[in-house]
C-alpha cells in the first residue's frame, strides 16, 4: 500500500445523520488507519454542484428519515433526529472547529445532536451544551473570524479535492461518498488495486449517452 494511502479525511457535516452512523461505525470498527475528521459545510457543496440535498425533495426527505432511522436501529446505534431538520448547522460546526475539531469534539456534538436529539442551531440550548462541556468561554469563540475562516477552508479544500456530498472519506486520490461506500472503502484498502482493472477504468472516462436538460 503507498504511503498516501496511509491515512484517511473524513469530511462531514453535523446536520448529516448519515454523517453521525459513519462516524459510530469507524468508531464501532476502525480502516486500520488514522481518520482525520474534516467539519465543512455541506449546503456550500450543494450550492457548488448544483445540488438538490435529500430533504429538499419531500418523499425523498420521508424516505431518508426512515431510513436512517431503521439503520441506526439495526445496527444498535443510539439515535433520535433532533426537533428540526434540516437544521442550520454552523454554530455545531463551528464549535467542533473552536475544539480543534478533536475527536473527542465531533463525539460530543454529534452526540448531542443525533443520540440525544438536541437543537444545538438554538443560541440558548449551544449555551447549555457548551456550559454542560465546561466550555462557557466556546459562545464567542463560535463567532470568531478565525473559526469561521478556518470552516471556510475546510469547505474550500473539500471542493478543491472533488467532494460532493457529506459523508466523504478521502483516501489518497479516492473518494468514497455515503454510508454504504464504507464497504468499498474497507475493499479499497485491503485492494489498493480494485480500481485498476480494465471494467473499472472503463467506468471513469464513460460517456454521456445524454445530458439532462437544466431548467
Same mark, same amino acid.
Given at each position: 500500500m503507498s504511503q498516501d494511502r496511509q491515512e484517511a479525511i473524513l469530511y462531514f457535516d453535523t446536520v448529516s445523520p448519515f454523517a453521525y452512523l459513519m462516524w459510530k461505525a469507524l468508531q464501532r470498527e476502525p480502516l486500520g488507519i488514522p481518520v482525520t475528521p474534516v467539519p465543512i459545510v455541506f449546503g456550500a457543496l450543494l450550492s457548488h454542484w448544483g445540488q438538490l440535498g435529500p430533504a429538499e425533495v419531500p418523499a425523498k426527505r420521508v424516505h431518508t428519515y426512515r431510513y436512517c432511522q431503521w439503520l441506526a436501529g439495526k445496527e444498535g446505534i443510539p439515535f433520535r433526529f433532533p426537533p428540526t431538520h434540516p437544521f442550520l448547522s454552523l454554530a455545531s460546526l463551528r464549535l467542533i472547529v473552536a475544539m480543534g475539531s478533536t475527536t473527542? &469534539? /465531533?463525539?460530543? *456534538? =454529534?452526540?448531542?445532536?443525533?443520540?440525544?436529539?438536541?437543537? !444545538?442551531?438554538? &443560541?440558548?440550548?449551544? &449555551?447549555? *451544551?457548551?456550559?454542560? !462541556?465546561?466550555?462557557?468561554?466556546?459562545?464567542? !469563540?463560535?463567532?470568531?473570524?478565525? /473559526?469561521? +475562516?478556518? !470552516?471556510?477552508?475546510? +469547505? $474550500?479544500?473539500?471542493?478543491?479535492?472533488? *467532494? =460532493?456530498? *457529506?459523508?466523504?472519506?478521502?483516501?489518497? $486520490?479516492?473518494? =468514497?461518498?455515503?454510508?454504504?461506500?464504507?464497504?468499498?472503502?474497507r475493499d479499497f484498502l485491503a485492494d489498493p488495486k480494485l480500481f485498476d482493472d480494465p471494467e473499472m477504468r472503463r467506468l471513469a472516462a464513460m460517456p454521456f449517452g445524454v445530458v439532462r436538460r437544466r431548467q
Open positions: 473527542m &469534539a /465531533v463525539d460530543e *456534538v =454529534f452526540d448531542k445532536i443525533f443520540a440525544q436529539g438536541r437543537d !444545538l442551531s438554538s &443560541a440558548d440550548e449551544l &449555551a447549555r *451544551v457548551c456550559g454542560e !462541556l465546561d466550555l462557557p468561554h466556546m459562545t464567542s !469563540l463560535i463567532n470568531s473570524d478565525t /473559526v469561521k +475562516t478556518a !470552516l471556510r477552508r475546510n +469547505t $474550500d479544500a473539500a471542493i478543491g479535492r472533488g *467532494v =460532493f456530498g *457529506v459523508p466523504t472519506l478521502a483516501i489518497g $486520490d479516492e473518494l =468514497f461518498w455515503g454510508y454504504d461506500s464504507l464497504a468499498m472503502a
